[in-house]
């Protein structure tokens, strides 16, 4: 038998790596991965799938193989369920949708619609050098799962799948939901074809209650390159609005019996109402985002609109920011829309696109109500940016997104902007008033992508671009100078990576490929390394070569730029919250822990806590109950340095053992 000095020596020791795991992020407590902020005034709990750890595979509920997902089976999860992409509580349970294979379909659509065509064995083995495995984009028996709608208790953890492929068949993509006088109503696609899905949570009986679109129609709309998306939704006056797409553009609608199906919906706007601002077609900005969000405030419906098309492209690196319009219903029922920010010459608008002229990256803009203000959240267009990188070897919108992190306004009730987090323009000579520059500091946030208000307090959640662009992240310190021989291989294999995946065919393209085809990439980087490139003039003697130096030049560049932002990232989502609606504090800055949670998708208001769904496309998306301890006040500032974080999480560690050693010190020596 073991002495008591031993026992207490052991759970001494492993208390001691709990509080150092506790320290540097999540950790498994009692069964549980859990996440406390820097001062522990917050704690999150993972729900799904809780004996689960970071990095391994989630997603709500089970794969079993061909196509089949299962409420419970042996807790292998799902990889396929990439995000929980709408949710909302009710009692005990939370409701969740996800979205099946995110970045596989944005890459099946990239190919098939916007006509970058490539080989999905070739692209599939490409990502998997890119991210070493770590990239979902299929199931490995070949079948496709699709979305799921389930129900979460979030106190015993038992999942109720209740619409899906294994249920009835049917794929769901649901992107939002609203409850609406006891009833919840999903949005998005039902089976392809955009819907309205009411859920009764008395009974959860699950029922279609408006087609946006016909299957002849969707067709029609598929082959015009119209996005005919359902994607706002909101509750106004006691009313039912909801958005949608048709052959002929965008409308927004109203009931106050939607129970009654498709002849209980008015339409209130059309693409002409909306100063044709919605850009809806899938080579437009966000892939025709179109009508973003809507959301009551002041007793006025404003709508958020992604605008930028092809034809209105400032320049080959941007699309036309995001317009905010304002509707107003009338006595007699009909409504009045006024453009808030958009053409400020031809619509008499108080604020152009994107609200500062020199804020020229936002596709969309994010809307939450906190307080007496309206906050707006800017959402960049890195759909086209990726799309740059995979198929023309491209950084520089990329690039210049990362120039350009994402800001924060908030609009009064007389629709007069502050800026709340971002950097100093013309417009906002001071920066943003919370003293926090664009990103809340972190250039990598790309998407203001969800905020609530939560018993108080406003709580912010971004799109870290760098889980995505880790393969960047860890080729270089993004010095050219000081690049190792090792380095430049590591960096110019990268490059071939990216030429051999794209499909541009102009002859610089072309020509690098074969400048690689005659070189290795080890006598590559002794050249590049050297500046010394006289054994490839030799080999190419007679013909122009300038075009293959100049790609390869021109995507080592890149990179470096990108690599600047990316190297110092701490992967992963980011959350803070705010009591004022000003200043900020972090919960978070790396997706609690796991770096492949690149994105806080999803907000639900709980009495149990505020539940939070991730976007995660490698693992797939896991749900986290998120809740406060009102006796800690101490919150990190979201400016606080990298290394002041690691010295302040160092010194709690230090004062945690040493209290620890004194109070157990009895219990050695007994």
Not at 153 to 167: A, C, F, P, R
Not at 427 to 443: A, E, K, L, N, T
Not at 505 to 514: L, M
């Amino acid at each position: 038998m073991k002495s008591r000095k031993t026992k207490a020596l052991l759970s001494l020791i492993m208390a001691a790596v709990m509080l150092f795991n506790l320290a540097i992020g999540a950790v498994a407590f009692n069964g549980a991965i859990t996440y406390s902020s820097a001062s522990g005034k917050y704690t999150a709990t993972k729900i799904s799938h809780p004996d689960k750890g970071l990095g391994e595979v989630d997603g709500i509920v089970d794969y079993v193989g061909n196509g089949v997902t299962a409420a419970v089976d042996k807790g292998q999860g799902a990889r396929g369920q990439n995000y929980s992409w709408s949710a909302i509580g009710v009692g005990d349970y939370v409701y969740v949708a996800t979205c099946y294979n995110a970045m596989g379909q944005t890459l099946d659509f990239m190919d098939s619609v916007l006509g970058n065509d490539f080989d999905k064995a070739e692209m599939q083995a490409t990502l998997d050098v890119m991210f070493n495995g770590d990239f979902f984009t299929g199931e490995v028996d070949g079948y496709n799962a699709g979305g799921v709608l389930v129900k979460v208790n979030v106190h015993t953890n038992e999942v109720t799948q209740l619409m899906g492929k294994s249920i009835d068949g049917i794929n769901v993509l649901f992107r939002n939901v609203c409850e609406y006088k006891g009833k919840l109503y999903f949005c998005g696609s039902v089976s392809g074809l955009a819907k309205i899905v009411q859920v009764d949570p008395a009974t959860d009986e699950c029922k279609i209650v408006y087609a946006g679109i016909s299957a002849q129609d969707a067709y029609l709309a598929h082959k015009a390159n119209i996005s005919s998306t359902i994607r706002g939704l909101c509750v106004f006056e006691d009313k039912l609005i909801l958005s949608a797409v048709t052959l002929d553009g965008p409308q927004i609608l109203i009931s106050d019996h939607p129970w009654d199906g498709q002849e209980a919906f008015t339409e209130i706007a059309n693409q002409e109402d909306l100063f044709n601002y919605p850009a809806y077609h899938y080579t437009d900005s966000i892939y025709g985002g179109s009508i973003w969000e809507m959301v009551e405030f002041n007793g006025s419906v404003y709508v958020s609109l992604c605008t930028g098309t092809p034809e209105n492209k400032p320049d080959k690196y941007s699309m036309q920011s995001f317009a905010l319009v304002r509707g107003d219903e009338n006595e007699d029922g009909t409504w009045t829309w006024t453009a808030i920010a958009g053409d400020q010459e031809k619509d008499g608008a108080k604020y152009t696109f994107g609200i500062d002229p020199e804020r020229t990256r936002a596709g969309a803009g994010v809307l939450q109500v906190y307080g007496d203000y309206l906050y707006i959240g800017e959402y960049n267009d890195e759909q086209l940016a990726l799309e740059g990188i995979l198929f023309k070897s491209d950084f520089e919108f990329m690039n210049r997104n990362l120039e350009q992190s994402v800001g924060l306004y908030r609009m009064d009730k007389n629709e007069n902007m502050e800026l709340v987090v971002g950097d100093a323009t013309s417009m906002f000579p001071d920066g943003g008033i919370s003293g926090i520059g664009s990103g809340f500091g972190r250039h990598e946030n790309q998407y203001m992508w969800r905020m609530t208000s939560y018993n108080g307090k406003l709580y912010v959640g971004t799109f870290d671009t760098s889980s995505l662009l880790e393969p960047v992240a860890q080729l270089t310190n993004g010095d050219v100078v000081t690049m190792s021989l090792a380095d430049w291989q590591k960096l110019l294999g990268f490059v071939k990576t990216l030429l051999d995946m794209t499909t541009n065919k102009d002859s610089e393209t072309e020509d690098a490929k074969d400048l690689f085809e005659n070189f290795s990439i080890e006598e590559l980087a002794k050249m590049f390394a050297g500046l010394d490139i006289k054994a490839i003039v030799e080999k190419f003697k007679g013909t122009d070569i300038s075009g293959a130096i100049n790609k390869v030049v021109d995507i080592v560049k890149g990179i470096l730029e990108c690599s600047k932002y990316t190297v110092t990232a701490d992967r992963g989502f980011d959350l803070y919250v705010s009591e004022d609606g000003v200043n900020f504090k972090t919960i978070t800055t790396n997706g609690f822990g796991d770096p492949y949670n690149h994105g806080l998708r999803v907000f639900a208001n709980m009495d149990a806590g505020l539940m939070i769904g991730t976007a995660n496309p490698f693992y797939s998306t896991q749900i986290w109950m998120l809740e406060e301890d009102p006796s800690v006040t101490e919150e990190t500032d979201p400016a606080t340095s990298t290394v002041q974080l690691i010295i302040e999480k160092l010194v709690r560690f230090v004062k945690a053992w040493v209290s620890m050693i004194f109070e157990n010190l009895s219990l050695l020596w007994k």
